[in-house]
C-alpha cells in the first residue's frame, strides 16, 4: 500500500478510534461506580486519556491490520475492573453497566453524524479542512456503530454476553459464563470464516438507517 495512504488513513481513524475505546471502557466505569462499585474509579480507570485504555495488541495493531486489509474493523480496549459483588443487585446492575458501553457508542456515533453534517453544509473548500472533517466523521460513525453492533453480540466476554446473563435465570447464566475463556477465539472464528460480517450486517444496517433519519443525513 502507498505510504501516503496509510498515513491518510492513521489521520483520519485515529481519533475516532481512540475516542471511541475510551469513551466505552469510561462509561463502563461511571455507571459501575453510580451502581456502587468504585473500584475503576479508585484505579484510575474513569480518565478520558487514551493510554489508560488502549491495549498494544487489540487497540492498535488488530484494528490497523484489518483496516489495511480492508477487511471488518475489530478490536478491544483492556476493560475497566468492575467487581460485580459490591453493586446493590449484582447481576441487574452488571448488565446495566455493559449496556453502558455500546450505549456510548451510539451517543458517539449521533455527534460524529451531527459533525458529518456541519462539515457537509461548508462545501469544498480550497484547504481540505471540512473534506477531512467529513471523512473523519464518516469514520468516527463507522467505528461507534461497529463497536455497538459487535459488543452486543451475546458471547462473553461481550457487552452483549453480560447483559445475557444478567437476563437468564442463574441457573442458565452460569453456562453462558463457561464460555468466556474461549469468547474471544469464538469471534476470531466468526471473523476469518465470514460469519460475524454476516451476524452483524442487518444490525448494521438498522444502526445506519436509524442515525440517517435521526439527523436526516444520507
Avoid at 462545501?123 to 471523512?135: H, I, K, M, P, Q
Avoid at 472464528?189 to 444502526?207: D, E, N, Q, R, Y
Amino acid at each position: 500500500m502507498d505510504p501516503t495512504t496509510i498515513v491518510q488513513k492513521l489521520a483520519i481513524w485515529a481519533v475516532p478510534v481512540l475516542l471511541a475505546i475510551t469513551l466505552h471502557e469510561v462509561a463502563h466505569g461511571w455507571t459501575a461506580r453510580a451502581l456502587g462499585d468504585d473500584t475503576a474509579s479508585r484505579l484510575g480507570r474513569l480518565s478520558l486519556n487514551p493510554l489508560k485504555h488502549i491495549d498494544p495488541i487489540g487497540t492498535i495493531l488488530v484494528p490497523a491490520v484489518l483496516l489495511f486489509l480492508g477487511g471488518i474493523l475489530f478490536g478491544w480496549a483492556k476493560p475497566v475492573p468492575v467487581v460485580m459483588a459490591n453493586m446493590r443487585n449484582p447481576r441487574r446492575d452488571m448488565a446495566i453497566v455493559a449496556v453502558a458501553g455500546p450505549a456510548s457508542n451510539f451517543v458517539m456515533a449521533l455527534v460524529w453524524g451531527l459533525l458529518f453534517k456541519f462539515a457537509a453544509m461548508q462545501g469544498a473548500d480550497v484547504s481540505g479542512v471540512w473534506t477531512g472533517l467529513r471523512l473523519m466523521a464518516q469514520a468516527g460513525i463507522a467505528i461507534n456503530l461497529v463497536l455497538m453492533v459487535l459488543n452486543l453480540i451475546p458471547i462473553p466476554p461481550l457487552d452483549g454476553g453480560r447483559v445475557l446473563t444478567g437476563l437468564l435465570p442463574e441457573h442458565l447464566a452460569r453456562r453462558v459464563d463457561r464460555l468466556e475463556p474461549f469468547g474471544l477465539m469464538i469471534l476470531l472464528l466468526l471473523m476469518f470464516t465470514g460469519v460475524l460480517g454476516t451476524i452483524m450486517a442487518w444490525p448494521m444496517s438498522l444502526s445506519y438507517a436509524a442515525l440517517s433519519h435521526l439527523l436526516s443525513i444520507t
